[in-house]
């Protein structure tokens, strides 16, 4: 985060600071500690500059006590804080995602309460509270770019924290999120000087380089001045499946600059390139496909890909920042961003085994093209003030964008061949017949949005605050057809749909360290995929958004004599609207379908002592589909796929010298279905990784890993037929220098 004025408020309306309950005499402990634990660069809490050695809190310590004073923007335009804010808000920052080896942005999902995710090249998807990746909002640095892929996992540094708010938050992003929100915040420059560096091998011939510089280019100490950031990454690995090999390289670039009278300015240019040889798509499941899913063992590395399968991304984001304070009771806030992505495919992408197990059938070939470009503008404001005597703060803006998608797809949904499971080769791609080099465009998607939105937070008394929002988006769908016109697929198409969204809620300060609270909220979100890559029959029958309604209640507090936090929230939410097949004409689809799910989160982070941080999570959701039907046949009381009834982790870290600490981190993922029916399952699995850190010195640290210590088999996604394979166990061992 950047050290902008903007997102901080003055915190009028809380309690006193919460003072610390270690006490004098443990600051020292805790000290030592702190080094030991925190990353090497020791960055400090997102709003401040700490020099490497100065005392950090428990509440600062990673696998430590839940964070919960954070502002976090996926929760909230007005700054609020997790504590302040009537909804489920977990905050991964920098530190933690260091302290657990989180080498992507899936990897750090796993801190969210209940969330799975999934890589699959073309598919890439996300759990949360029983909904899928469609009705997940997935934002970058608040922006949604309206595009499932665009969330494919990049590598953790140049990102400073990932937020998530749980349930509908239409509200706040836009529409595309019943299930929840998740944005992933990029580092910005800082007012202070970072050097960093980190070096990683590991198994499957893994070679990774990352860099970070934060300077002051013009200016003087204590006065106005420009700063420059620049986080780079490049990794270079083969993988655990045959013949699959990435490389994969990341640029965040930005410059903060300080003009006086309250106006800063920040430009940040962030680019991503991503080239994967012979993608793995999955491996087939063993007939007969039903019950308990079963793979054959001697196909676990297998991939019957393509021998020059490929998929490339690039990625390129600009952003122009410009914040000014005008006084204590007004600030605001100009977005102007810039996205433009390009993504290849070529792939065979689905394997099967014929009846009797002994041959892999491959079908599905696929080349594809991606052509994204997102343009936007998004003003915003932020006014303390008072309504009858009340303390009462209010956000407000306006958010104007234009997505435009091409896609060029040549597919064959025919078999391309059959090979021996264990000993085979595969052909080029273009030796397939039908097959040739070139690209044709299939159809254009224009998304115009429109959207303003307001949010107050007001005192009712010093402990008791009501917080609302509300969003209205006029969105237009303009589809081009740039291949043959026919009645399915005319020359051009538009729809138009104007949701309003919203939420209400109350927070009660029922002691200075417990706080309840009490929400409803809404959403809106596509019938069916997401509208920058509807097809003419997603939309021409469907003129309408589906509509997505939680009420949500929990609570947040210390305990332990602060040595404690925790949170608890229990939900139901519903999604109407959704679309289901016709039973009259198989062909058709109508938006009579509804899907629900109800459950309950809980996380736990404790700090017992100087040597032990321990923090968990476990969730509960019974999803199940109320009103759908596939193939003429009711699917009422199912569950949606790839949807774990329960989710669970632990983290547990452990000082052993002032030096040397050690860590461990247990996953644990319920049963998913492979299909809406629910005939095909994979079993619960639990995952295990180690960790053992040693600082050399203050500025250099060794850092190993096993991850996945059981080499546990499982499915990371299903599909009817294939299993999506998560990694066996690997290792690896990092150098993490600051100079």
Same mark, same amino acid.
């Given at each position: 985060?950047?050290?902008?004025?903007?997102?901080?408020?003055?915190?009028?309306?809380?309690?006193?600071?919460?003072?610390?309950?270690?006490?004098?005499?443990?600051?020292?402990?805790?000290?030592?500690?702190?080094?030991?634990?925190?990353?090497?660069?020791?960055?400090?809490?997102?709003?401040?500059?700490?020099?490497?050695?100065?005392?950090?809190?428990?509440?600062?310590?990673?696998?430590?006590?839940?964070?919960?004073?954070?502002?976090?923007?996926?929760?909230?335009?007005?700054?609020?804080?997790?504590?302040?804010?009537?909804?489920?808000?977990?905050?991964?920052?920098?530190?933690?995602?260091?302290?657990?080896?989180?080498?992507?942005?899936?990897?750090?999902?796993?801190?969210?309460?209940?969330?799975?995710?999934?890589?699959?090249?073309?598919?890439?998807?996300?759990?949360?509270?029983?909904?899928?990746?469609?009705?997940?909002?997935?934002?970058?640095?608040?922006?949604?770019?309206?595009?499932?892929?665009?969330?494919?996992?990049?590598?953790?540094?140049?990102?400073?924290?990932?937020?998530?708010?749980?349930?509908?938050?239409?509200?706040?992003?836009?529409?595309?999120?019943?299930?929840?929100?998740?944005?992933?915040?990029?580092?910005?420059?800082?007012?202070?000087?970072?050097?960093?560096?980190?070096?990683?091998?590991?198994?499957?011939?893994?070679?990774?380089?990352?860099?970070?510089?934060?300077?002051?280019?013009?200016?003087?100490?204590?006065?106005?001045?420009?700063?420059?950031?620049?986080?780079?990454?490049?990794?270079?690995?083969?993988?655990?499946?045959?013949?699959?090999?990435?490389?994969?390289?990341?640029?965040?670039?930005?410059?903060?600059?300080?003009?006086?009278?309250?106006?800063?300015?920040?430009?940040?240019?962030?680019?991503?390139?991503?080239?994967?040889?012979?993608?793995?798509?999955?491996?087939?499941?063993?007939?007969?496909?039903?019950?308990?899913?079963?793979?054959?063992?001697?196909?676990?590395?297998?991939?019957?890909?393509?021998?020059?399968?490929?998929?490339?991304?690039?990625?390129?984001?600009?952003?122009?920042?410009?914040?000014?304070?005008?006084?204590?009771?007004?600030?605001?806030?100009?977005?102007?961003?810039?996205?433009?992505?390009?993504?290849?495919?070529?792939?065979?992408?689905?394997?099967?085994?014929?009846?009797?197990?002994?041959?892999?059938?491959?079908?599905?070939?696929?080349?594809?093209?991606?052509?994204?470009?997102?343009?936007?503008?998004?003003?915003?404001?932020?006014?303390?003030?008072?309504?009858?005597?009340?303390?009462?703060?209010?956000?407000?803006?306006?958010?104007?964008?234009?997505?435009?998608?091409?896609?060029?797809?040549?597919?064959?949904?025919?078999?391309?061949?059959?090979?021996?499971?264990?000993?085979?080769?595969?052909?080029?791609?273009?030796?397939?017949?039908?097959?040739?080099?070139?690209?044709?465009?299939?159809?254009?998607?224009?998304?115009?949005?429109?959207?303003?939105?307001?949010?107050?937070?007001?005192?009712?008394?010093?402990?008791?605050?009501?917080?609302?929002?509300?969003?209205?988006?006029?969105?237009?769908?303009?589809?081009?057809?740039?291949?043959?016109?026919?009645?399915?697929?005319?020359?051009?198409?538009?729809?138009?749909?104007?949701?309003?969204?919203?939420?209400?809620?109350?927070?009660?300060?029922?002691?200075?360290?417990?706080?309840?609270?009490?929400?409803?909220?809404?959403?809106?979100?596509?019938?069916?995929?997401?509208?920058?890559? &509807?097809?003419? %029959?997603?939309?021409?029958?469907?003129?309408?958004? /589906?509509?997505?309604? +939680? !009420?949500? $209640? @929990?609570?947040?507090?210390?305990?332990?004599?602060?040595?404690?936090?925790?949170?608890?929230?229990?939900?139901?939410?519903?999604?109407?609207?959704?679309?289901?097949?016709?039973?009259?004409?198989?062909?058709?689809?109508?938006?009579?379908?509804?899907?629900?799910?109800?459950?309950?989160?809980?996380?736990?982070?404790?700090?017992?002592?100087?040597?032990?941080?321990?923090?968990?999570?476990?969730?509960?959701?019974?999803?199940?589909?109320?009103?759908?039907?596939?193939?003429?046949?009711?699917?009422?009381?199912?569950?949606?796929?790839?949807?774990? &009834?329960?989710? %669970?982790?632990?983290?547990?870290?452990?000082?052993? /010298?002032?030096?040397? +600490? !050690?860590? $461990? @981190?247990?996953?644990?993922?319920?049963?998913?279905?492979?299909?809406?029916?629910?005939?095909?399952?994979?079993?619960?699995?639990?995952?295990?990784?180690?960790?053992?850190?040693?600082?050399?010195?203050?500025?250099?640290?060794?850092?190993?890993?096993?991850?996945?210590?059981?080499?546990?088999?499982?499915?990371?996604?299903?599909?009817?037929?294939?299993?999506?394979?998560?990694?066996?166990?690997?290792?690896?061992?990092?150098?993490?220098?600051?100079?």
């Amino acid at each position: 985060m950047s050290t902008s004025v903007f997102p901080m408020r003055p915190r009028a309306h809380r309690a006193a600071p919460r003072p610390s309950r270690s006490g004098p005499a443990c600051a020292g402990l805790l000290a030592a500690c702190q080094v030991l634990v925190a990353p090497v660069h020791a960055q400090a809490a997102p709003e401040q500059a700490l020099p490497a050695v100065e005392v950090r809190s428990r509440a600062d310590t990673p696998n430590g006590k839940l964070n919960l004073d954070t502002p976090a923007s996926a929760a909230s335009n007005l700054g609020l804080t997790a504590r302040e804010t009537p909804a489920s808000i977990t905050v991964v920052d920098r530190a933690t995602i260091d302290a657990r080896g989180a080498q992507n942005t899936q990897e750090i999902l796993r801190a969210i309460p209940g969330v799975t995710s999934h890589d699959a090249p073309g598919n890439v998807g996300v759990s949360y509270r029983g909904f899928g990746t469609g009705s997940i909002g997935q934002l970058f640095n608040g922006i949604n770019v309206q595009y499932s892929i665009a969330a494919r996992p990049v590598d953790s540094w140049i990102y400073e924290r990932v937020e998530a708010i749980g349930g509908p938050s239409s509200f706040l992003f836009g529409a595309g999120a019943v299930g929840g929100s998740i944005n992933y915040v990029t580092k910005l420059a800082r007012r202070e000087d970072i050097s960093e560096g980190q070096l990683r091998l590991g198994s499957n011939g893994l070679k990774e380089a990352s860099v970070g510089l934060n300077r002051r280019i013009a200016g003087e100490a204590g006065g106005p001045g420009h700063y420059l950031r620049l986080d780079l990454n490049h990794r270079d690995a083969d993988s655990w499946v045959d013949g699959t090999g990435t490389r994969a390289t990341q640029l965040a670039a930005s410059v903060l600059s300080d003009f006086g009278n309250g106006f800063t300015h920040t430009l940040a240019y962030e680019y991503q390139h991503e080239h994967v040889d012979r993608p793995y798509w999955g491996t087939p499941l063993l007939n007969p496909i039903a019950g308990t899913a079963r793979i054959d063992d001697g196909t676990r590395f297998k991939n019957y890909n393509s021998a020059d399968g490929v998929y490339i991304q690039r990625v390129q984001w600009l952003r122009s920042i410009a914040e000014w304070r005008t006084g204590d009771k007004l600030q605001w806030r100009n977005t102007f961003y810039v996205y433009d992505a390009l993504r290849d495919y070529r792939n065979v992408e689905n394997y099967r085994f014929n009846a009797d197990n002994t041959q892999v059938i491959r079908s599905s070939a696929l080349l594809q093209r991606h052509d994204q470009h997102l343009v936007g503008n998004r003003i915003d404001g932020i006014y303390h003030g008072e309504i009858a005597g009340l303390k009462s703060d209010w956000a407000f803006g306006a958010d104007v964008s234009v997505n435009r998608q091409t896609r060029f797809p040549n597919s064959l949904s025919g078999t391309i061949g059959t090979v021996n499971p264990y000993d085979y080769g595969t052909e080029r791609f273009f030796d397939i017949p039908g097959m040739s080099p070139g690209f044709r465009p299939d159809r254009d998607n224009k998304v115009r949005t429109l959207a303003i939105y307001a949010e107050n937070r007001t005192a009712l008394r010093h402990d008791l605050h009501l917080v609302t929002a509300l969003r209205h988006e006029r969105i237009q769908l303009d589809l081009t057809n740039r291949r043959e016109i026919t009645a399915a697929n005319p020359a051009e198409f538009r729809r138009s749909y104007h949701p309003t969204t919203g939420r209400i809620g109350l927070v009660w300060d029922v002691t200075q360290d417990a706080a309840l609270y009490a929400q409803y909220a809404t959403a809106a979100d596509p019938p069916s995929g997401v509208l920058s890559t &509807a097809s003419f %029959a997603d939309v021409r029958n469907n003129s309408e958004l /589906t509509s997505g309604r +939680q !009420a949500e $209640v @929990g609570g947040k507090l210390d305990f332990w004599e602060g040595k404690g936090t925790a949170t608890l929230a229990a939900y139901r939410i519903s999604r109407r609207n959704i679309a289901s097949q016709d039973p009259n004409d198989s062909s058709l689809t109508v938006l009579v379908g509804e899907q629900s799910s109800r459950g309950m989160e809980l996380a736990v982070g404790l700090q017992p002592d100087r040597r032990w941080s321990v923090q968990g999570n476990v969730a509960y959701v019974d999803a199940r589909y109320d009103d759908y039907t596939q193939g003429g046949v009711s699917l009422a009381g199912k569950r949606p796929t790839n949807t774990p &009834a329960m989710v %669970a982790n632990l983290w547990v870290s452990y000082a052993v /010298t002032p030096a040397l +600490q !050690a860590s $461990v @981190g247990l996953r644990r993922v319920g049963r998913v279905y492979a299909d809406a029916a629910n005939t095909v399952s994979w079993p619960a699995y639990l995952l295990v990784d180690l960790g053992v850190s040693y600082r050399i010195d203050r500025r250099t640290a060794i850092v190993a890993r096993i991850r996945n210590l059981t080499d546990k088999v499982y499915a990371a996604n299903m599909t009817p037929t294939m299993a999506y394979l998560g990694a066996p166990r690997t290792a690896d061992v990092s150098l993490r220098i600051a100079f």
